[in-house]
């Protein structure tokens, strides 16, 4: 989902997590500061390109999402980075296990996004750390119902390609 300055979803983000980050006792004015300083003016001038991934109207994870053109790929990448969670999953209220899902969901949600509203045929996905790559390990082999022509892991990006369409069908 779109996170914009116009439909104050950005600072309704915000709000909810200095809430969260609080009720852990967390000081929000010192919590991801760099992030929000970073992100403020360019959300703020609609340049922002922030997508996030909300459970109902809570935002768990947002990522900044640029579709570009790079030359070691044949078409457009869609590149994910600056992966942010929310407090309760920076902070540690949330499991282990609910953080790899968490991966997991936002992964799929880049990879929807490439294949309807930002039309690439490639996907660079950067995790927090080269710690995350366990988490989304298994998509790396091949089966014959994966979008994904090629899927690799390198450090901390995920990186593949998509089957076209018409291949996908044959």
Request: hydrophobic content about 45%; glycine content about 8%.
């Amino acid at each position: 989902m779109p996170i914009s300055d116009a439909d104050r979803s950005w600072s309704s983000l915000k709000g909810q997590w200095r809430k969260a980050a609080e009720a852990i006792e967390e000081d929000f004015s010192t919590y991801v500061i760099g992030t929000f300083a970073a992100l403020d003016p360019l959300v703020q001038s609609g340049k922002g390109g922030l997508y996030g991934l909300y459970e109902g109207t809570v935002p768990q994870a947002f990522c900044q999402v640029n579709k570009l053109l790079m030359p070691k790929f044949e078409g457009p990448v869609l590149r994910a980075r600056f992966m942010t969670v929310s407090p309760a999953y920076d902070l540690g209220s949330a499991s282990a296990e609910k953080y790899g899902q968490l991966l997991v969901e936002l992964f799929s949600g880049m990879v929807w996004l490439s294949r309807n509203a930002l039309s690439a045929s490639h996907v660079l996905f950067h995790l927090r750390s080269p710690a995350d790559a366990h988490f989304l390990a298994p998509l790396q082999t091949p089966v014959p119902s994966s979008p994904f022509q090629r899927f690799a892991i390198h450090g901390a990006w995920v990186e593949c390609d998509l089957k076209l369409p018409e291949l996908e069908d044959a």
